[in-house]
């Protein structure tokens, strides 16, 4: 059932020039991951590799510092980021039965993204709108009280 859109091709000269004024500085890694990320759209492994080598890192602290925060993937992600609440107040008022119909209807589970490129989808534990719950944002605005149904005439329009 899960789905992920196609790997992009990386201009690793595009990311030696991100990377190089930070070269040898391993307190700058947050730093790297935020440009590089912002640039490239995720994280993968050969670039992490990448990463590690320029500023005197094993790649598993490049990864731990990657795997931790959830502000960075190493997938692809999609050209829509949905993410739905699953926090206290967001469960019991339906977010289990968007989160169902999101996968049923995008062929994804949380976490992927749709083949297309189109949608990723994340669930996230709170977005700060508990009163208008269930929440969720699409590329970072916010939609209070939804239902399965209106969930995905939102989606359509981001398509």
Do not use: N, W
Not at 131 to 156: C, E, Q, R, W
């Amino acid at each position: 059932m899960a789905g992920c859109c196609q790997e992009k091709t990386i201009d690793m000269e595009k990311l030696d020039a991100l990377i190089k004024p930070y070269q040898g500085q391993p307190s700058a890694l947050i730093e790297v991951l935020h440009k590089v990320q912002d640039s490239i759209g995720y994280l993968p492994r050969e670039v992490q590799v990448r990463i590690a080598k320029a500023l005197g890192l094993s790649l598993s602290e490049v990864f731990s510092v990657v795997s931790f925060y959830t502000r960075f993937t190493t997938k692809p992600q999609g050209k829509h980021k949905i993410c739905l609440c699953k926090g206290t107040a967001c469960y019991v008022k339906g977010a289990p039965e968007i989160l169902e119909r999101f996968e049923k209807e995008l062929g994804i589970e949380s976490g992927d993204t749709t083949d297309d490129g189109m949608y990723s989808l994340e669930v996230v534990r709170c977005l700060g709108a508990c009163g208008l719950g269930p929440v969720m944002t699409v590329d970072g605005t916010a939609h209070g009280m939804v239902k399965p149904d209106k969930a995905m005439s939102i989606l359509k329009k981001y398509k």
